[in-house]
Structures are given as structure tokens and as C-alpha cells.
């Protein structure tokens, strides 16, 4: 039985407490929050701590869960893996390249389990498409169209730059990205955040251009907050013989020639239960994590790679950093 520690009282944590309460193999041992009454709210019912105090949590259990805020992430990491423990951190690992890369070197020497939440990579349709790739031959072109009309609330952290660049926040693009065509080598960003006061913002529009390694390009439209529809999602894959068209999260279509074909899409609920199952078998069994520690640094050299881009209004080049 793994006994399990969870930083962080907030959507998440409850969606992984509520996941691990289904399984036989782990238990929750305490919640952490700096808001005590949050945590018992979601350890009460189970019959686990609450406590304001996160380290001593952290070091009565076998592995931890990091559910926190996203500047909170790298020094809670640290800390827990320097007691030798296993965790599990939802994107992203840090908010900094730098940091990613400590982290990951600390791990590999205690030679524990770090496993950094990506279940972007776990979504049925992204599955669909990545399936289907071969059939369109060569890969010669990446399209994204990614926009929302979701609006800043008071508590939400994706419109605050404390919790980093939107390029760290919104991680599950540049990811699904650098799955589709792996390591990406330059890159030219803009971004403009919309009624910026202090570290707050009301919504945001990023443009970027990626060239990956294989020579791939890719164009990206990404944004919140935005006069659009509810979903406005369209990614578009054109290989040598064929492309394949995602839309909404939900649909995905193989053109060939001069036919076109829906291909089916599983249906799929759980996807934080499938993150916590991968997590836990590479405690039990060794198994490896979907989402590599190579593929979490990636993700972080080109997010980091991208804010320069945008500060310094150039092109970067990821073999500089």
C-alpha cells in the first residue's frame, strides 16, 4: 500500500483524491494547504490529516502529489525528492529551465520516481490523430488554431504572470507539439496580454513559429479570454500523401486524395485516474512514464525558448540555451 501525500487543496487535488479513493494500491495520507479548512474539506470525509504544514506531510509518506500553484511547484519538488521520496507534479514541473533541469538531475540521482502530470498526451482524440499519422506520409506541416472565450476569474492562475509565462501555463499545446514532431529548434513568438495590471491580466492572444529538428514548421494561434466561439480548436497535420484535421478536441479527419474520413474516437472518462496509474506502476513495477523526464525537459526548453522570443522580439534558437 503506498501511502500518499497531496500538496494542495484546490479542482485538482479533489479530482486526484477522488481517483486514488477508487484504488486498492494506495491511500491518502494527509492533505496539505495554507487554507486548513480547504484541506478538511477534502481529507475529513476520508479519514486523513489536514495540516497547514506541508513538509512534515510530505515526509510521512511514500510518495506525494503536487497539486499546488505553479510558483510552488519547483521549491516543493526539491524539497520532497531531497527526503528520497516519489512525486507527482501537474504541469508544469517549474516555471523555469533552470529549475526543470535541477529537478530532473535530483531525481535521476536518488533515484526515485518523478512524474510530471501531461494528460493532454493521454486524450483520446490527440490518440486518434497520432494513430493515424503514417498514413499521411511525410510530415511537412503543423497548424494550430487554439482559442477560448473563457474569462479571468479572481482565483484563476492562468491569468496571473506569477504562475509564468503563458508558455508554461498553457504547456499542453507545446507538448501535444513536440509529440507530434519531437524536438523543435527555433522558434519566433509575439504575445499581447490584454489589460495587464500588476501581474494580472484579462485575456491573451499569442502568434508563434516553431521549426522542429525533422524540418517541420509549425504555425501557432493560441489565446484566452477572446470574442470567439466556445471551443475554437483546429489543428491541422499535412503530410506528402494526406492530412489529418482535428477539431474541437473531439473530431478528427483523414483526407486522402479525394476522399475524406471521420476516424472513430474512443470514449475515454478518467483521465487523471489513467495519469495516477501510470504514476503508481512505475513505483511498483518500474514501468515508464508516458510522459518522459526527456519529453517534460523539451517541453521546458522551448516554453523558456518562446518567452525570450517574445521579450526579445526575435527568432531563438534552442541550441543556444
Known sequence: MIRIAILGSGRVANARIRELNLRKDAVVIGVAS???????????PIGAIATTDWQNLASQADAVMICSLNQFHAPMCEFVLGLGKHVSVDYPLAISLLDTKKLIDLAESKKVVLHIEHIELLS????TLMAALPQIGLMLNISWTNLSNRQATDMDWTFDKASGSSFFIQAAVLSRLIRLAGPASWISANEKLLNLEGSRFDGRITTAQIGFENGVVAQLLEGQALTVPPISSRLSVIGTKGELIAEKHDQVTLYLENRSDPLPIATVTGLFGKDIDNFLKQIEDGRKGYASLEHVYLVAKL??????????AQQIELKDL
Open 34 to 44: 495554507s487554507d486548513l479548512e480547504r484541506a478538511k474539506k477534502l481529507a475529513d
Open 124 to 127: 483520446p482524440w490527440f490518440n
Open 303 to 312: 516554453a523558456t525558448a518562446a518567452e525570450l522570443s517574445c521579450h526579445k
